[in-house]
């Protein structure tokens, strides 16, 4: 029997069209939003640094976190108290530096807007940021359920959800192994997952607890003080599902960075995506 040539791999990279314009478009917005709802959001936290379990939070001693300013004398230092755990923080949270000087702030002012101590100007900025970014969510939701871009981009396989298959996936992503060929035409598993729960869980989250701490909300839904345990709580949940976000975008970006900056911007700007050809079989 004469042996069979093998078809050689190819060897030069393939493009994709993996992102729809309404997904870019609406991918930037959120950029622009989350970007905006963070730094205003930190301003108007300033405004008391403190959170609490419950539906009241008059006692300062009883705060599940605070960031607070510690004055000996005629200096001050900051510090960060999560329940009994003290974390010294001066030069960042607590007691920041303006030009050499030490000012008491729980986030420094570079990391608010606006910059100065301002209430008032935050809450403007985090409203309409906030508004913005949940109609751009429901756009894309549309879009997403409508053009059936969750069922085919988002939905795991039943390939991609067994035990083995998660098992390589989470080992390549820590040995920085990214996937190559037919496997790089779609989202990984841990993508999927962890996009699902954002969009399902976190954003909806996030956005519910923002509505409970408004007493004009309050007075037409009663209700959702009632299942968030509060107002203080709703505040409690809404930081930490801000901090989860803020944690998967920067998880996000590394992931941009490792992976080929050029070749993810250019398919979140062009939508075109370029497939690296199979490794070879060792």
Request: hydrophobic residues 45%; contains cysteine; positive net charge.
């Amino acid at each position: 029997m004469e042996e069979q040539d093998q078809v050689p791999a190819p060897t030069e990279d393939s493009f994709v069209y993996r992102h729809a314009v309404t997904v870019r478009v609406t991918h930037w917005i959120n950029v622009i939003c989350i970007t905006f709802l963070l730094l205003s959001g930190l301003q108007i936290f300033n405004a008391h640094p403190r959170l609490y379990w419950g539906k009241y939070g008059a006692d300062h001693d009883h705060a599940a976190l605070s960031i607070e300013t510690l004055e000996n004398g005629n200096s001050i230092s900051g510090v960060t108290r999560v329940g009994s755990l003290v974390i010294p923080t001066t030069g960042f949270l607590g007691a920041s530096e303006v030009r050499g000087e030490l000012y008491p702030r729980a986030f420094p002012a570079w990391l608010t807007i606006p910059s100065y101590q301002d209430l008032a100007g935050g809450r403007r900025w985090h409203f309409f940021f906030a508004w913005l970014f949940v109609t751009n969510g429901l756009l894309y939701m549309l879009y997403g359920i409508g053009a059936g871009h969750f069922r085919r981009d988002l939905k795991p396989n039943r390939d991609q959800l067994t035990a083995h298959h998660l098992v390589l996936e989470i080992a390549d992503h820590a040995r920085l192994r990214f996937p190559r060929g037919q496997e790089a035409r779609r989202y990984n598993s841990l993508q999927k997952m962890t996009y699902l729960v954002v969009l399902f869980v976190l954003l909806p989250l996030m956005v519910a607890t923002g509505l409970t701490m408004s007493p004009g909300v309050n007075a037409a839904f009663p209700l959702m003080l009632d299942l968030f345990g509060g107002r203080q709580s709703a505040r409690t949940i809404h930081f930490i599902t801000a901090s989860l976000i803020v944690t998967f975008v920067a998880v996000h970006i590394a992931m941009v960075l490792v992976s080929g900056v050029w070749n993810n911007m250019r398919s979140m700007i062009t939508g075109y995506y370029a497939i690296k050809p199979e490794r070879p079989p060792s």
